[in-house]
């Protein structure tokens, strides 16, 4: 694929990210339902890795209870076959807790392509939420970072706002806030062409 120059700041842009990642320049696999055929997705972006900590750690903690609980023989009231019942219930239950994490944040992806902007809430396997709006529709794009981790680790949200009764986009806090917004003003300047 060429190699593409984004025309305020002349700095090369190169095809980036896995499936996996949560900011991919130009990514060659990314497809989504109700694609036009002549449509090429320029961002394919999601929250950053490090919002995934409280989720992680949480399904850590609850995957300790059953060693703590046996150790401290809070269990043994219980007889042996219920006992063992608790605890694989109470595994089933952590497991839940970490694949819901990790689909939430796998599946809730904002789509940046030449010709719109398309933000996907995914809030169970069977709801999901789908907004888009047409690149020549927005009208304001505004970046924020804050926090310490957010301007450590260069993460943040872009407010998307858009014509009309439109709604309003929020990208939270995406990796690199600030080269999405100029990716997005270049989008905007040049048609849908980089």
């Not at 190169?14 to 961002?43: M, R, W, Y």
């Amino acid at each position: 694929m060429p190699e593409l120059y984004s025309s305020d700041n002349q700095t090369q842009l190169k095809p980036t990210g896995s499936p996996l990642s949560a900011f991919c320049f130009l990514p060659t696999h990314a497809k989504f339902e109700n694609q036009d055929p002549d449509e090429k997705v320029i961002l394919l972006l999601r929250r950053h890795p490090v919002t995934n900590l409280p989720w992680i750690a949480l399904g850590l903690l609850l995957a300790l209870v059953p060693s703590i609980a046996g150790m401290l023989d809070v269990l043994s009231i219980l007889p042996a076959r219920f006992q063992f019942a608790t605890v694989i219930l109470w595994y089933l239950l952590t497991l839940a807790i970490v694949i819901q994490g990790a689909l939430t944040w796998f599946f809730n992806v904002n789509i940046v392509t030449n010709r719109r902007i398309i933000d996907v809430n995914f809030y169970t396997l069977i709801y999901r939420e789908i907004s888009d709006a047409k690149i020549n529709n927005i009208q304001e794009i505004t970046y924020k970072v804050g926090g310490f981790l957010g301007t450590f680790l260069h993460f943040g949200d872009v407010v998307i706002q858009t014509a009309g009764a439109l709604p309003n986009f929020n990208f939270e806090k995406v990796p690199n806030p600030a080269r999405v917004t100029d990716i997005l003003h270049d989008l905007q300047k040049n048609g849908g062409n980089l």
